[in-house]
């Protein structure tokens, strides 16, 4: 026990056998200190190593490794500084609820005390329910009953009081108990995400080049596959040509899904920039992995069907019924004697429905050309899907729901290869100007490298500080 604190009771009767709320409140006060003056000395050395990282004087190969290893070591010890001072306020705070929990059960105490010997000197026991304590009741004059009374009262308030002391006791103990425990284990070093940060930091080089090969490559086959397109219209086989774009295509959007995973995890362990997460979801939207406007596309070429084939069976029946001929040709078939005449007439009412019968909306896509996959952002299927509303369009033109519909597809491809070009020009853009770990020395403007690199923290949210 603290050499400060004041020394509680050892005899607890009648409200108990041991002190129900034990603890050192002083030793909780000088552990408290101790954490706070840890953080505080942390927060000092976290300061020396700003100093260091904001230096403009230093000069030298060694300045970026030194002052990114210090921006590095201090977001570790910026997060170490916060769980100390977490702790040093939880740790305070049941100090003073120790404090006031403890004098609560002493007063409690006290206050039995006195009531017990209250009882004790009205009717000679303790024991208020005894035989002889009843009978020494009985014969008490009011004045003294009353002060049996009330020392009966203070014994039960005194209880209650005990009680209550000691459930705020249990209530504030866990929960300052699990409040430290989140603290502590908040990513401490057996954390899933201090195992995946440590990993990553401990071999973030060879990620980094990974990654930057990935993204190469990723970008490579965009521009084959298009490429790819535009041979098709000029050597042999363009069917077999057209269908490896595609393939490259999802080839690269593979590659784009695992970049923009590993740059995210790394960007969340600190590790990494926000930027590289943003360019790799740009180069998903460049594949059309979302796919949200060739769905577009797709879902604009059904309906231009539908409103085709509704046209074409309006105007048919509109034909049918606005024809001269074809009533004559009916009447015919009614006037019609004998079984081979009436034949002849029937056989040219037949043929001559036909004749009216409005072209319906084509059932199969047609095969684009080289040119037209490359402006669908090099993709077989959509560019099908554009030319067939095209083509009903140009079939149905009068009918304002075929016209309606076929230019809705019209400008979802128009948005489609908007992306793709835009996509594809920003991804180049960024591999130009950007820094290269494969190439340190690669020209690079240093503002945008720097931007790129951007994260909330130096080091990871999760990692643990040393």
Not at 59 to 86: M, P
Not at 333 to 339: F, S
Request: proline share 3%; glycine share 8%.
């Amino acid at each position: 026990m603290g050499t400060g604190t004041k020394r509680r009771p050892t005899d607890w009767q009648p409200l108990g056998d041991t002190d129900p709320t034990p603890g050192d409140v002083d030793g909780v006060t000088a552990g408290q200190k101790n954490m706070q003056a840890t953080a505080a000395e942390i927060r000092l050395q976290i300061k020396k190593l700003k100093t260091i990282s904001d230096d403009k004087t230093l000069k030298g190969k060694y300045v970026d490794e030194l002052q990114s290893g210090a921006d590095k070591f201090r977001g570790k010890l910026e997060k170490s500084a916060g769980r100390y001072e977490r702790v040093s306020a939880q740790l305070e705070k049941w100090a003073t609820d120790l404090k006031f929990i403890q004098t609560s059960t002493a007063d409690a105490l006290s206050s039995a005390k006195s009531a017990q010997a209250d009882i004790k000197k009205l009717v000679g026991s303790t024991d208020p329910d005894s035989e002889a304590a009843k009978k020494a009741e009985d014969e008490l004059d009011s004045h003294k009953k009353e002060q049996l009374h009330r020392a009966r009262s203070d014994l039960a308030a005194a209880q209650r009081k005990y009680q209550h002391a000691i459930e705020s006791y249990d209530t504030q103990s866990k929960n300052i108990a699990k409040k430290i425990r989140d603290i502590i284990d908040d990513a401490l070093e057996d954390g899933f995400w201090s195992w995946v940060s440590n990993i990553i930091e401990a071999n973030i080089d060879a990620i980094k080049i990974t990654l930057e090969v990935i993204g190469y490559v990723a970008t490579i086959a965009a521009i084959v596959a298009l490429a790819i397109t535009v041979l098709a219209a000029c050597i042999v086989m363009p069917e077999l040509l057209l269908a490896l774009a595609p393939m490259l295509l999802t080839f690269g959007t593979v590659a784009s899904v695992v970049s923009l995973g590993m740059h995210t995890l790394m960007a969340a362990t600190g590790n990494g920039g926000w930027g590289d997460v943003g360019f790799d979801i740009l180069g998903l939207l460049t594949f059309k992995a979302g796919g949200a406007v060739a769905r577009g596309v797709e879902e604009g070429a059904a309906a231009t069907q539908r409103a085709s084939t509704q046209a074409a069976r309006r105007a048919t029946a509109d034909a049918m019924a606005n024809s001269p001929k074809r009533e004559a040709l009916k009447l015919a078939v009614q006037q019609a004697k004998g079984k081979n005449a009436r034949r002849a007439a029937s056989k040219n009412l037949k043929a001559y429905n036909v004749k009216l019968k409005a072209k319906g909306a084509a059932q199969q896509l047609p095969k684009p050309t080289a040119r037209e996959v490359l402006n669908a952002g090099g993709d077989p299927k959509t560019a099908a899907q554009l030319k067939y509303a095209a083509r009903e369009e140009a079939k149905r033109g009068s009918d304002t729901a075929t016209l309606k519909a076929a230019r809705q597809t019209s400008r979802a491809g128009a948005q489609n290869l908007s992306l793709f070009v835009s996509g594809t020009a920003i991804d180049l853009g960024d591999k130009a100007v950007g820094s290269s770990d494969i190439s340190p020395s690669k020209p690079n403007i240093k503002p945008y490298s720097d931007a790129k690199d951007w994260n909330f923290y130096n080091s990871g949210l999760y990692d643990y500080a040393p």
